[in-house]
């Protein structure tokens, strides 16, 4: 014996309920009740028609009309002509007398409770009829079971109560004498006098449990539009997946919190009885579905699920004379009640000072009246204050029966949304462990539950966000790295990495669900809008996506300006842009403290060495307790190639060119060869290494004549270089007497720094440093004799780029 019911969707069209008669054949010859719902909207459209007809507006035989022709069309394509006019006869006998009942309520425009529940009977009962005889029309032996005889309740319309005794008479008595196949209208039932009443909300689900439980059932099978119970809502996490079993108590939970699949009170009979349930799609037979049953906890899953709901408000109720008083608590959810308003989360200080509950923001207002009303001697008297109430809120719960089991569930989920910024408003969590509910801000649901769901359901994968500016050479090369890596990472490294947002001087462009990296610039020329930089950072965070990170490939003061209103929002920062870390110190300091603060990244490994993990490492060395005694460095990739270049009888202006073709020099190469660069790095390294330090705490020697720095333009500095060639043949020559090469060498050494081109001799290590690479000496108590030595390429977009791939993939794997 099996109880199915099938909801609106499933009986909604003639094709879906085609995709229902194959469903009950392939249970064919096993005992089968299958309860149905009214037609997709009917009854939508019968409460709207009575409205309409209670207020003597005349538009209701619109949609009566309406009605009809929804039932009427339905036949016509179902049942095969020489069998229609046998259904058509039944129905037509009901829609008249629905025509009747309306004209009735038009007429004295009164609508009772009572007469609703006739006029909502209509759904199921017309969808009943013309689905039992389809099914025989199609070959399958069926009997109509009518629940208003089958189900006795009391007297209240709208929301009766079973009488479980002579209900339960009635089905045992007569589904073992019908048909193999027995089709009943979910909803309706009747009093003892046989006037028709309702079981209210989820009625056709509850009517299907009462002939389970009375039948005592195999399996109950809820036939839906869903392949079951899902791990978190599909219209806000992407990768929702079905959840394969369910205990009752962890069902009960999903449902209560907004999993609409079931509505909790109806499934009480079956709970009872512990008849399993399965949630099973109507338009996806073959899917497995959800199990609801005794033994589901068998799996290691220990939390199963996400449900939350909207348009919440929270009320808050203070006071010092709250403190200690008894019965305090009991007025206020007595006024609540009494209000007919639900309470659906609860929180309280331990101090009494304060009770915050949340409820639907739809009862807002007769809340605070009836607060107000309930405790106005405290009110006037001062020792409460006047009822707070947020609204924009909503309810995220974390559901596992197994959740006890496992320390430090509620510290994940704190964590997961502390770090894409989402505040809290108030938690709930029942002595049994097997719910964790939070308040959170509504703006920031979508963003919540993807993050949980990917911490709790896909913990070996996470999706990050990249918004980036700047996508010349560098930016570039970076966006076509990640495209030839996408896939490598998404199968290896479990990290579904999308650029979002793109910008450089004059245009932008977000999806957020992802550019095609296929064809970017393409994009960005046709579908671009003007670009400024306060409107990409304020696009950025109004897309509120989960683990966002703005990566900053430009050498643009004003980008770098925007770090720390970008970490405030919980936003990780990546940068090779050396402004922010080289500005005073102060702003170093107060980006570091920020991200920490907000629980954010601050990554800036390509301000120094480009990909070397020159501050990576630095920072180890650090963190284990070792201490910086001297450091030297050739720091600029792009002069240690133009000096690797440069020899006598080349035009020094002509190697400073093919630095800049070759993408080692800023933008502006005044930048590298002012020496403000490196000067820059090695002011980055000194405070890594824990020291407060200024630029000009720098001494700079520059070999660049003053006359050439003192250019507006790019062609006219290298038109001055030009003039001044002979200053830097001498240096070459004079460097080439001596059988020594020039390096721009930056030190630190006993408190002092300075930044120089020096004449280095054959013996010393950066002899031999070739091409764009950079190296760093770092000195330390540990490395004192022999430094510690960093050395490799230090320039150019490929390995620029890559570092800043490296510090993105620390943050994805953090």
Not at 117 to 137: H, M, P, R, T
Not at 599 to 624: C, H, M, R, W
Not at 685 to 702: A, P, Q, W, Y
Request: glycine share 8%.
């Amino acid at each position: 014996m099996k109880v199915l019911k099938f909801g609106g969707t499933s009986v909604g069209t003639p094709d879906n309920l085609r995709k229902v008669k194959d469903i009950l054949a392939a249970g064919q010859p096993e005992k089968t009740v299958c309860v149905v719902s009214a037609l997709g909207g009917v009854t939508n459209l019968l409460h709207a028609c009575s409205d309409l007809a209670a207020v003597g507006d005349e538009s209701y035989e619109a949609s009566l009309a309406q009605i009809e022709a929804r039932h009427l069309d339905t036949i016509k394509e179902l049942i095969p002509v020489k069998s229609q006019s046998v259904t058509f006869s039944k129905i037509r006998i009901l829609l008249n007398d629905l025509e009747d009942i309306m004209k009735g309520i038009y007429l004295i425009r009164e609508l009772s409770p009572k007469t609703l529940d006739k006029v909502l009977s209509f759904g199921e009962i017309l969808s009943s009829n013309i689905i039992v005889d389809f099914l025989n029309a199609e070959g399958l032996k069926t009997d109509l079971g009518d629940s208003r005889v089958l189900i006795k309740t009391d007297n209240i319309h709208n929301n009766a109560n079973v009488d479980f005794a002579s209900t339960n008479k009635n089905i045992t008595d007569y589904i073992p004498t019908a048909a193999n196949l027995v089709v009943c209208p979910g909803f309706v039932s009747s009093n003892a006098e046989g006037v028709t009443t309702t079981l209210g909300r989820g009625g056709s689900d509850y009517t299907a449990a009462i002939f389970a439980a009375a039948l005592d059932a195999d399996s109950f099978e809820i036939w839906t539009d869903v392949s079951g119970m899902m791990t978190s809502d599909p219209r806000q996490v992407a990768a929702a997946h079905p959840i394969e079993k369910l205990s009752f108590q962890e069902a009960l939970e999903l449902s209560h919190f907004g999993a609409k699949v079931i509505y909790p009170p109806t499934i009480q009979p079956v709970l009872d009885k512990k008849i399993p349930i399965k949630i099973k799609n109507t338009f996806a037979p073959e899917d497995a579905g959800t199990t609801i049953c005794e033994d589901a906890n068998g799996d290691k899953q220990f939390v199963k699920g996400l449900s939350s709901v909207s348009d919440i408000a929270l009320l808050n109720l203070t006071g010092s004379g709250m403190v200690g008083v008894p019965k305090f608590s009991f007025r206020l959810f007595k006024a609540l009640s009494e209000a007919k308003v639900n309470v659906i989360i609860i929180t309280q200080a331990s101090s009494e000072h304060s009770i915050c509950v949340g409820i639907d923001k739809k009862d807002i207002e007769i809340s605070q009246a009836a607060i107000a009303e309930e405790f106005q001697l405290e009110l006037s008297l001062r020792k409460i204050d006047p009822l707070e109430v947020e609204t924009g809120m909503a309810i995220v719960a974390l559901v596992g029966d197994k959740m006890r089991e496992h320390v430090g569930i509620g510290g994940q989920m704190f964590s997961a949304l502390g770090e894409n910024g989402i505040s809290i408003k108030a938690i709930a969590q029942g002595s049994s462990e097997r719910n964790i509910t939070v308040v959170l801000e509504e703006k920031h649901l979508s963003k919540a539950l993807n993050v949980l769901h990917e911490s709790f359901f896909l913990s070996q994968r996470k999706r990050m966000n990249l918004f980036m500016i700047g996508i010349g050479n560098v930016g570039g090369t970076f966006i076509e790295q990640i495209k030839k890596q996408y896939n490598y990472l998404d199968e290896f490294e479990n990290v579904d990495l999308r650029i979002v947002g793109i910008a450089n001087s004059r245009q932008m462009l977000f999806d957020i669900d992802g550019i095609d990296l296929a064809d970017w610039k393409g994009q960005l020329e046709s579908k671009g809008e003007k670009m400024a930089p306060q409107v990409f950072v304020d696009k950025m965070v109004e897309s509120n996506l989960r683990n966002s990170i703005f990566v900053d490939n430009t050498a643009n003061a004003e980008i770098a300006g925007l770090y720390e209103g970008i970490l405030r929002k919980s936003i990780s920062v990546v940068t090779p842009n050396k402004i922010a870390c080289a500005s005073d110190y102060d702003t170093y300091v107060n980006l570091k403290s920020t991200a920490r603060e907000y629980q954010a990244k601050f990554y800036y490994e390509t301000n120094v060495g480009a990909g070397l993990p020159v501050l990576t490492t630095l920072g180890d060395l650090i963190k284990s307790g070792d201490k910086i005694q001297k450091i030297q460095a050739v720091l600029s990739g792009s002069l240690n190639f133009i000096f690797n270049s440069f020899k006598p009888g080349v035009k020094f202006v002509d190697v400073v060119k093919q630095a800049g073709v070759e993408g080692y020099t800023e933008p502006d190469p005044k930048i590298d060869l002012s020496g403000v660069d490196v000067m820059r790095k090695i002011l980055i390294l000194i405070r890594e290494s824990g020291l407060k330090f200024e630029l000009d705490d720098i001494v700079s020697e520059s070999f660049i004549p003053a006359a050439c720095m003192d250019t507006k333009t790019n062609d006219e500095f290298y038109a001055s270089l030009e003039q001044h060639d002979e200053v830097f043949q001498k240096l070459v020559s004079d460097a080439e007497a001596k059988n020594c090469r020039l390096k721009v060498v930056a030190t630190f050494d006993k408190g002092k720094a300075s930044v120089g081109l020096q004449e280095i001799p054959k013996d010393h290590p950066f002899y031999i440093l070739e091409g764009k690479d950079n190296i760093v000496l770092f000195y330390t108590n540990r490395y004192q004799d022999q430094p510690l030595v960093i050395k490799g390429a230090g320039a150019g977009a490929e390995v620029t780029a890559s570092g800043i791939f490296a510090d993105v993939m620390r943050i994805a794997n953090s």
